[in-house]
């Protein structure tokens, strides 16, 4: 079971706050909010901004999703953050090498958000609203999948 998981992304405003809230809420919902600590951060974040307001859009049916997004702060990729987690998970394959370029030893931990749905998740980030909606829903499928792989 892994006790630290970073999400990233680029900016840190769409996707990985969206996957960290979803954990957050799906390790609450299986009764291990206690055991496991989420973060999310970005490769070249929006440093102090909140998450992007379409993707709070498009989580307006589910308020306990909006609530822990609504906390968000972007943040920066840094080696403290990678050093801490235990499983980083990305969601392209280009994050992988930016994360080594920030500390060698972070790809070791990194796996694809996407990798049980066998795919990477595009950055919706200032697109129609319709490709968050599907942004949303492939992050909250690949969220699932790694519902076995987190508990262990």
Known sequence: MYERILVVCTGNVCR????????????????RGEGTQVQSAGTR???GKPADETVLYVA?????LVQELERHRAQQVNR????????????????IRQ??????????????LGHWLGTSI????????????ETHSLV?????SWREGIHG
Request: glycine share 2%.
């Open 60 to 64: 307006r049916q589910q308020p306990r």
């Open 140 to 144: 909250e499928r690949a969220v699932l």
């Open 122 to 133: 595009a950055d919706p980030y200032l697109k129609h609203e319709s490709v968050y909606q």
């Open 45 to 47: 974040a929006l440093v």
């Open 16 to 31: 990985s706050p969206l996957a960290e809230a979803l954990l957050r809420l799906q390790l609450q919902a299986d009764g």
């Open 80 to 95: 403290t953050l990678l050093w801490w987690a235990d499983l980083i998970l990305v969601m392209e394959k280009a994050h």
């Open 99 to 112: 994360l080594a370029q920030v500390d060698s030893q972070a790809p070791a931990k990194a796996r694809m």
